[in-house]
């Protein structure tokens, strides 16, 4: 079967100007806090992560309600393999940012963005709790690893293994799309 090409202004098969912004914010957030995620940048992780916690929230919530595009001409176990990776990106991404929120009140400390913002959570602090959501969090935040080099993968066989246009969808907008 001869591969189809895919048209980036079939709105079934590309992403809308939001996702793609949604899509290279979380990309740039989810580098800069696995690098960032050290003991001596914790005020700076924890800061960062609280500003770019919501943009994780709308882009997995807004990925969920728009669904995705339609898949490419390939086989199943590649379509299924890449759903499954999208699942758990999006999993990791609403897993890293609640419990991220949670941490610090558990710990009994304000959600603080950079000394500059500080809200009260009225949460118990809980050193149990904390310890759980804690581990939960790296437990995320280190599976995004695995996933993403998948992710990356993927995008680059379809670029310079197959030459499609798969990886266009994440570049230019199709108009009405997911």
């Known amino acids: 079967m001869a591969r189809q090409l895919f048209d980036i202004r079939d709105s ?3 992403y809308c100007r ?14 800069f806090l696995y ?17 770019v ?17 339609r898949v490419p001409d390939q086989p199943l176990a590649l379509n299924l393999a890449e759903r499954l990776v999208m699942i758990g990106i999006l999993a990791c991404l609403l ?3 609640v419990t991220g929120i949670l941490v610090p009140p558990l710990d009994g400390n304000a959600l603080s963005i950079f000394g500059l913002l500080s809200l009260d959570v009225p ?13 939960i969090h790296a437990t995320a935040g ?15 066989m379809h670029r310079f293994v197959w030459k499609d246009r798969v990886p266009a969808r994440v570049i230019r907008p199709a108009p009405g799309g997911r």
């Open 12 to 14: 079934q098969a590309g």
């Open 18 to 31: 939001t996702s793609i912004i949604v899509h290279w914010l979380t990309a740039i957030a989810v580098a």
């Open 35 to 51: 690098v960032s995620q050290e003991r001596e940048w914790t005020a700076l992780h924890l800061g960062a992560g609280l500003i």
């Open 53 to 69: 916690a919501p943009v994780f929230l709308f882009g997995a919530c807004w990925r969920i309600r728009r669904g995705f595009p």
């Open 95 to 97: 897993a890293v940012a």
């Open 123 to 135: 949460l118990p602090a809980d050193p149990v709790w904390s310890g759980i959501v804690k581990q």
């Open 142 to 156: 280190d599976a995004f690893i695995p996933l993403v080099g998948l992710h990356v993968l993927g995008a680059l």
